[in-house]
């Protein structure tokens, strides 16, 4: 199995950056996709950013050209950086594992976005 760990949330001001880690540990090698989700209150967990084993990334379309998604292989850490950051991006982040075994979750990081 693959236990997952994000950091990095905080608040910030409309406009301003963070940057989310995801720190994996376990069945690493199993591995085939990782991703970056979130939810916002009273809504459904959204997918914001996939990358494959490949390098192959893909964005939601609310955070395409904002939010760059990328991985450290020697560190086994999954990032997710974010600029210009809106109100609307105010959830909990959760980095996810796909492996042919299933998936897992982190705890997740709250981002606030607000001014």
């Known amino acids: 199995q693959v236990q997952l760990v994000e950091s990095g949330g905080g608040l910030v001001q409309p406009g301003g950056s963070l940057r989310l880690s995801c720190a994996a540990s376990g069945s690493i090698r199993t591995i085939y996709a990782l991703g970056w989700y979130r939810q916002a209150p009273g809504k459904q967990r959204e997918l914001v950013a996939t990358i494959t084993s490949g390098g192959s990334t893909k964005y939601a379309d609310s955070v395409k050209g904002r939010f760059t998604i990328s991985r450290d292989n020697n560190k086994a850490t999954l990032y997710l950086q974010m600029n210009s950051l809106k109100p609307e991006d105010t959830a909990v982040y959760y980095c996810?594992?796909?492996?042919?075994?299933?998936?897992?979750w982190g705890q997740g990081t709250q981002v606030t976005v607000s001014s």
């Open positions: 996810n594992a796909a492996t042919v075994l299933g998936g897992s």
